[in-house]
């Protein structure tokens, strides 16, 4: 290490130890694979593939989500956030838009509603050197509680703790592939007092007896040396596709039969492209499932778009997506004729398109019923 580059093992060291040592989850992880588009639809969780034993399914109904992405003639994206720090900032990282910190810096989420007893939170983080983020629920003014029970993830451990002695430790960062120089995708899932952290593809022990208080507003804290002499020698740390959402369920026939069309919350492509991004996986295989299950089901697979770009560019988008998705369930031994797929660029919003969560809300693939 470099003499006064703080790290992310100098954060741990500093912030959470406190009286004690600060536990982590148990869990191992390789990095999320954020490579360039490979010829034909990406087919994550083949057979054999370490992602089809990732069971990671975001919650149904979404509640923020923040790609930092700029929208046209609407504040920036900071202003979506509560209290950002002076030290965060906006810019082009890893192909896309991040949120970056020069640790120590903060910021709030306030939801719509309080938190849910069942609600799942995942983002994709580049913390090299080992830097990552934490969150946890606050008060409605943004205040702590008096016992802060915090999830933690970074490329060298996770944690889910409130320094008691029910706290859960892993370090991840002697894992083969861990390295903490690329971009890795973290994802929680929270219900009750249950909770589960995964790191790209493997997902880690369950806690069942640590509960994160249910609110409306979450803080999240990049932690690093606060020296004011070293201070702008802190690791940066990099953030974005940040998403909360309630709930947590599978694809569910019979919500397909009820309406006769459902929305996959689950499927998630690279920016502007068809490639299908693994964690994808479960919601898939849930699909090829149900198929499987129902065998005189057929469904058309709807690829849907924002409107950011030209309608010409986003209906090819969105028919070529509808055609990966369809790729990959034949891929895992579903007849072709049980599928049709079929792209309706920007055409049918179900939200407005002036908010990020409009946006993620209307870049969607949906089942119908044939």
């Not at 100098?10 to 992880?29: C, G, K």
């Not at 370090?171 to 589960?196: C, L, Q």
Request: hydrophobic share 35%.
């Amino acid at each position: 290490m470099r003499p006064g580059l703080y790290t992310g093992h100098d954060l741990l060291d500093q912030s959470l130890m406190v009286s004690t040592r600060r536990s982590w989850i148990s869990l191992v992880a390789v990095l999320v694979p954020l490579s360039a588009r490979a010829d034909g639809p990406s087919q994550p969780g083949a057979e054999g593939d370490a992602w089809s034993k990732y069971d990671f399914v975001p919650g149904a109904r979404l509640l923020f989500f923040e790609d930092f992405i700029a929208i046209d003639k609407k504040p920036g994206p900071l202003k979506h956030l509560k209290d950002p720090s002076p030290r965060l900032d906006l810019q082009d990282h890893a192909g896309t838009k991040w949120l970056r910190c020069r640790p120590p810096c903060s910021f709030d989420v306030v939801l719509p509603e309080k938190l849910p007893e069942r609600f799942t939170v995942d983002f994709d983080l580049d913390g090299f050197g080992g830097n990552g983020v934490r969150f946890n629920a606050v008060k409605p003014d943004g205040s702590q509680f008096e016992t802060p029970v915090n999830a933690d993830s970074s490329p060298s451990s996770l944690g889910f703790t409130n320094g008691g002695d029910k706290d859960r430790n892993s370090e991840i960062d002697r894992i083969a592939g861990i390295d903490g120089t690329k971009p890795m995708h973290y994802s929680w899932s929270f219900d009750g007092a249950k909770v589960r952290a995964y790191a790209a593809q493997l997902p880690g022990l369950d806690a069942s007896d640590l509960q994160m208080p249910r609110t409306a507003r979450l803080h999240f804290e990049f932690v690093g040396g606060d020296d004011p002499t070293l201070i702008d020698q802190n690791v940066v740390t990099w953030l974005t596709n940040l998403r909360i959402a309630s709930g947590g369920n599978p694809v569910m026939f019979d919500e397909l039969s009820k309406k006769g069309r459902l929305v996959l919350e689950g499927i998630l492509f690279d920016t502007g492209r068809d490639k299908i991004r693994p964690e994808s996986t479960p919601t898939l295989l849930a699909v090829a499932k149900m198929l499987a299950d129902h065998a005189d089901l057929k469904l058309t697979i709807e690829g849907h778009t924002d409107n950011q770009g030209t309608a010409p560019k986003n209906q090819t988008l969105s028919d070529q997506r509808a055609a990966a998705v369809k790729a990959w369930l034949v891929a895992h031994k579903v007849a072709p004729g049980r599928l049709a797929a079929k792209g309706f660029g920007q055409t049918k919003p179900v939200k407005g398109n002036d908010t990020p969560e409009g946006r993620q809300a209307n870049r969607r693939v949906e089942l119908v019923r044939q």
